[in-house]
């Protein structure tokens, strides 16, 4: 028997090995084994069974160990890992290793303890004989006898402040058996030892979420792929919907992949989920699965759903690759989160590739969100997916009402660029007042490259492309990062004439000094990234401000993220601004979803809340469409200037990075690569720069890029890696691909 295998070694190549009669069993495709590679020994992947014809099968080395009885890799990862290899333009041997958890690879060891049963019952009178001759024995004897289950031998000996020998004697002469066991690491068992956490109750479902359910039911009914695309309002109880789907899912023998962006992975969610789950599906274990778990936790994990004892897992990105068995469906929770791309290699999207699974798998995808990303809204206008819709809140609730505060005025009226406005100050005093609890947002994304006039918020833009021009300090000029157009930066606002053109953004700590200031008496508490790094800060605050110790929680969009607080009336975002000024032709969107997150935030309990918004752009569009939370209605117009503009979801984007201590000789390369390129795909690839990336320079390498824009990323990318991979581009040049990048800022 001859397999290939493709080697974890660094490069990207499909070996052949003879396989040792006692493997044989073992050594299926998929299997992780262990090969001999030059002088020593590599982990692999089985990724055939039988050598090409003609082949030197009498020199072929032997296969050293197939490390698990059961494929690490089930056939419909290994499809997956192919595509992902052509589609991203990256090595298989990348993707195994971002499929397989290092835990795994590593082989690292389980974590095992002795278990202690009694095996054979003694007699009243032996009892008595026994406390006589050996009273420690008697003892552990005696308590033993008493537990319903086998009892941790380390656990009980120094409970009842025993030695080994103790339990020993007894094991030997047959009164206790003693047996060896894995033990399970569960994230976040701790929080249901301690009760912190409640148990969430199944509902009744409304018409529209009944409906929804159905049809994802029909789906798994039919045993084939669909993708279905959840659009329901903030509040509208998709979980619900999602959850049922899950316990159909189960119903049918099948496995579930549950994803969610890794910020939304609080203990909360997945306490919630998990509770849910288990009351739905009765003896189901819920893997966890993030980038916060120990090795032994993920390699537990990982083994439960490799071998079919557990079959769901919830997590992040990476849980798309879980080897659940029998996979029927995938949930993608808000699946407009740019959070479910890798910024690293390989650069691929957790959603399409989640999508791409479930087309391997001949399963069901249920992509759902309040503000669907326009590349699933188009795919569900034009067919391909089905559009499942939940317009009503749960019980009826009303959406909050949108305020919208010029800043503009604000700052003619305050004379300076105020923090808060006037009206968010009052709406905070009578929150206070009433004992409602208040959360400001901080918007956060981007940074502050643009120029916006806060006179009249009129904002530099690039005529070819639409998106925001970045200001480059070091020769104060305006670029264009995707065309590449450039101009000096204007002293005086190209509209009205006034100097107040520069961008001053707002950190989290500047707005809670502003609200100190005007609420005295208030608690205050400030969540940001810097909170986030501290696991039990963050879960602290979050603690406090359910139970009501805070009255203002101020923080950036991540403390909105699927969480609910019923006794927050008011949401405040101070600048709406800054994500509609990034410079990326998905600006609009991401304001527009930000804006709709964040008012949903607002009035999750009995009381209406009210959200008001600071914004020196108030006639924008997506200001304007979220006040109505309408989202075909912006939906509608955003997908006429993509249109117009041939942007994504009508043309795919590849970004092309070039990296390297010489700026000249990138220059150089990135132009004669660009002009063969061009002579390559002719009109069948669109190019825009080469031009400096938006930072010209981090860490003493300078960066420049090109944008490629091709209606078929299938047909272009392959061949764009194969004439890359013969380009003589220099030793201290690196460039990077990234397909379907979703963040141009
Ligand atoms: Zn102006
Ligand atoms: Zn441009």
Same mark, same amino acid.
């Given at each position: 028997?001859?397999?290939?295998?493709?080697?974890?070694?660094?490069?990207?190549?499909?070996?052949?090995?003879?396989?040792?009669?006692?493997?044989?069993?073992?050594?299926?495709?998929?299997?992780?084994?262990?090969?001999?590679?030059?002088?020593?020994?590599?982990?692999? #992947?089985?990724?055939?069974?039988?050598?090409?014809?003609?082949?030197?099968?009498?020199?072929?080395?032997?296969?050293?160990?197939?490390?698990?009885?059961?494929?690490?890799?089930?056939?419909?990862?290994?499809?997956?890992?192919?595509?992902?290899?052509?589609?991203?333009?990256?090595?298989?041997?990348?993707?195994?290793?971002?499929?397989?958890?290092?835990?795994?690879?590593?082989?690292?060891?389980?974590?095992?303890?002795?278990?202690?049963?009694?095996?054979?019952?003694?007699?009243?009178?032996?009892?008595?004989?026994?406390?006589?001759?050996?009273?420690?024995?008697?003892?552990?004897?005696?308590?033993?006898?008493?537990?319903?289950? *086998?009892?941790?031998?380390?656990?009980?000996?120094?409970?009842?402040?025993?030695?080994?020998?103790?339990?020993?004697?007894?094991?030997?002469?047959?009164?206790?058996?003693?047996?060896?066991?894995?033990?399970?690491?569960?994230?976040?068992?701790?929080?249901?030892?301690?009760?912190?956490? =409640?148990? &969430?109750?199944?509902?009744?479902?409304?018409?529209?979420?009944?409906?929804?359910?159905?049809? =994802?039911?029909?789906?798994?009914?039919?045993?084939?792929?669909?993708?279905?695309?959840?659009?329901?309002?903030?509040?509208?109880?998709?979980?619900?919907?999602?959850?049922?789907?899950?316990?159909?899912?189960?119903?049918?023998?099948?496995?579930?992949?549950?994803?969610?962006?890794?910020?939304?992975?609080?203990?909360?969610?997945?306490?919630?989920?998990?509770?849910?789950?288990?009351? #739905?599906?009765?003896?189901?274990?819920?893997?966890?699965?993030?980038?916060?778990? &120990?090795?032994?936790?993920?390699?537990?994990?990982?083994?439960?759903?490799?071998?079919?004892?557990?079959? =769901?897992?919830?997590?992040?990105?990476?849980?798309?690759?879980?080897?659940?068995?029998?996979? +029927?469906?995938?949930?993608?929770?808000?699946?407009?989160?740019?959070?479910?791309?890798?910024?690293?290699?390989?650069?691929?999207?957790?959603?399409?590739?989640?999508?791409?699974?479930?087309?391997?798998?001949?399963?069901?995808?249920?992509?759902?969100?309040?503000?669907?990303?326009?590349?699933?809204?188009?795919?569900? %206008?034009?067919? +391909?997916?089905?559009?499942?819709?939940?317009?009503?809140?749960?019980?009826?609730?009303?959406?909050?009402?949108?305020?919208?505060?010029?800043?503009? #005025?604000?700052?003619?009226? %305050?004379?300076?660029?105020?923090?808060? &406005?006037?009206?968010?100050?009052?709406?905070?005093?009578?929150?206070?007042?009433?004992?409602?609890?208040?959360?400001?947002?901080?918007?956060?994304?981007?940074?502050?490259?643009?120029?916006?006039?806060?006179?009249?918020?009129?904002?530099?833009?690039?005529?070819?492309?639409?998106?925001?021009?970045?200001?480059?300090?070091?020769?104060?000029?305006?670029?264009?990062?995707?065309?590449?157009?450039?101009?000096?930066?204007?002293?005086?606002? *190209?509209?009205?004439?006034?100097?107040?053109?520069?961008?001053?953004?707002?950190?989290? %700590?500047?707005?809670?000094?502003?609200?100190?200031?005007?609420?005295?008496?208030? +608690?205050?508490?400030?969540?940001?990234?810097?909170?986030?790094?501290?696991?039990?800060?963050?879960?602290?605050?979050?603690?406090?401000?359910?139970?009501?110790?805070?009255?203002?929680?101020? /923080?950036?969009?991540?403390?909105?993220?699927?969480?609910?607080?019923?006794?927050?009336?008011?949401?405040?975002?101070?600048?709406?601004?800054?994500?509609?000024?990034?410079?990326?032709?998905?600006?609009?969107?991401?304001?527009?979803?930000?804006?709709?997150?964040?008012?949903?935030?607002?009035?999750?309990?009995?009381?209406?809340?009210?959200?008001?918004?600071?914004?020196?752009?108030?006639?924008?569009?997506?200001?304007?469409?979220?006040?109505?939370?309408?989202?075909?209605?912006?939906?509608?117009?955003?997908?006429?200037?993509?249109?117009?503009?041939?942007?994504?979801?009508?043309?795919?984007?590849?970004?092309?990075?070039?990296?390297?201590?010489?700026?000249?000789?990138?220059?150089?390369?990135?132009?004669?690569?660009?002009?063969?390129?061009?002579?390559?795909? /002719?009109?069948?690839?669109?190019?825009?720069?080469?031009?400096?990336?938006?930072?010209?320079?981090? +860490?003493?390498?300078?960066?420049? %890029?090109?944008?490629?824009?091709?209606?078929?990323?299938?047909?272009?990318?392959?061949?764009?890696?194969?004439?890359?991979?013969?380009?003589?581009?220099?030793?201290?040049?690196?460039?990077?691909?990234?397909?379907?990048?979703?963040?141009?800022?």
């Amino acid at each position: 028997m001859i397999v290939g295998v493709h080697p974890l070694a660094g490069f990207d190549k499909l070996l052949h090995y003879r396989v040792p009669d006692s493997l044989q069993a073992s050594a299926t495709v998929g299997a992780l084994v262990r090969v001999p590679v030059l002088n020593s020994l590599r982990l692999g #992947i089985i990724g055939e069974i039988g050598a090409p014809r003609d082949f030197p099968v009498d020199r072929l080395k032997s296969l050293a160990q197939v490390v698990h009885p059961f494929p690490a890799l089930p056939p419909d990862l290994l499809g997956l890992a192919r595509w992902m290899a052509g589609y991203y333009a990256c090595g298989l041997d990348s993707i195994i290793e971002t499929m397989i958890p290092a835990a795994v690879r590593n082989g690292a060891g389980l974590k095992q303890e002795k278990l202690l049963t009694v095996e054979r019952h003694l007699s009243e009178e032996e009892i008595t004989q026994l406390t006589k001759r050996a009273p420690q024995q008697a003892r552990l004897y005696r308590f033993l006898a008493q537990q319903f289950k *086998p009892q941790g031998r380390g656990l009980v000996l120094k409970r009842l402040g025993l030695t080994a020998a103790v339990s020993s004697a007894l094991v030997k002469r047959g009164v206790l058996r003693e047996e060896t066991r894995r033990v399970d690491r569960v994230a976040y068992a701790d929080d249901w030892a301690h009760g912190e956490l =409640v148990a &969430s109750q199944p509902h009744q479902l409304n018409s529209e979420q009944s409906a929804a359910v159905q049809a =994802v039911a029909a789906g798994l009914t039919a045993e084939k792929f669909s993708v279905s695309l959840l659009h329901g309002v903030t509040g509208s109880g998709k979980t619900e919907v999602y959850l049922r789907a899950v316990d159909a899912a189960l119903k049918s023998g099948g496995g579930v992949v549950y994803l969610v962006p890794e910020v939304a992975l609080t203990p909360q969610t997945v306490a919630r989920l998990r509770s849910r789950l288990e009351a #739905i599906a009765p003896g189901h274990r819920v893997v966890v699965w993030h980038s916060h778990l &120990s090795e032994g936790e993920r390699l537990d994990g990982w083994l439960a759903l490799a071998t079919g004892e557990a079959r =769901v897992v919830v997590g992040a990105r990476s849980a798309v690759f879980a080897p659940v068995q029998n996979l +029927k469906l995938i949930v993608v929770d808000e699946e407009h989160e740019p959070a479910y791309k890798q910024d690293e290699t390989p650069r691929y999207h957790g959603r399409d590739v989640a999508v791409m699974r479930a087309k391997l798998t001949g399963a069901v995808c249920l992509l759902g969100s309040a503000t669907p990303s326009l590349e699933s809204y188009a795919n569900a %206008q034009a067919g +391909k997916y089905r559009l499942l819709q939940l317009l009503q809140r749960v019980d009826d609730r009303k959406l909050p009402h949108i305020d919208i505060v010029d800043l503009r #005025i604000e700052a003619m009226r %305050q004379r300076t660029l105020p923090a808060l &406005s006037h009206k968010l100050v009052e709406a905070m005093r009578g929150r206070l007042d009433r004992r409602e609890q208040t959360i400001l947002f901080i918007n956060r994304r981007g940074y502050s490259s643009s120029m916006l006039c806060t006179k009249c918020g009129h904002v530099e833009e690039c005529t070819h492309c639409s998106i925001a021009l970045t200001y480059h300090r070091t020769d104060e000029t305006l670029r264009c990062h995707l065309c590449g157009d450039q101009r000096p930066a204007p002293l005086r606002c *190209p509209q009205c004439g006034a100097p107040e053109i520069r961008w001053r953004g707002l950190g989290t %700590q500047r707005v809670e000094e502003a609200v100190r200031r005007v609420l005295p008496r208030a +608690k205050i508490e400030r969540m940001d990234t810097d909170a986030m790094a501290k696991k039990n800060r963050f879960r602290q605050i979050l603690g406090d401000f359910r139970t009501g110790k805070i009255d203002v929680l101020v /923080g950036t969009q991540m403390i909105g993220k699927g969480l609910d607080f019923p006794n927050v009336t008011l949401v405040g975002l101070i600048d709406a601004d800054i994500s509609m000024h990034i410079p990326d032709f998905r600006a609009n969107e991401r304001t527009f979803q930000l804006l709709v997150q964040v008012a949903g935030r607002a009035g999750r309990g009995d009381r209406a809340g009210e959200v008001i918004v600071q914004t020196f752009t108030p006639q924008a569009g997506a200001v304007q469409f979220s006040r109505h939370a309408d989202y075909a209605g912006f939906a509608e117009s955003e997908l006429k200037m993509r249109r117009d503009f041939h942007y994504p979801p009508y043309r795919h984007l590849i970004h092309h990075l070039f990296r390297g201590p010489n700026p000249e000789k990138l220059k150089f390369f990135a132009e004669q690569w660009a002009k063969l390129v061009e002579k390559e795909f /002719g009109d069948r690839l669109e190019l825009r720069g080469p031009s400096p990336s938006p930072i010209e320079k981090i +860490k003493d390498e300078y960066r420049w %890029q090109l944008w490629y824009f091709c209606a078929s990323a299938t047909k272009v990318v392959p061949r764009l890696a194969e004439l890359r991979s013969k380009f003589a581009w220099p030793d201290d040049l690196t460039q990077v691909l990234d397909v379907d990048p979703v963040n141009l800022g």
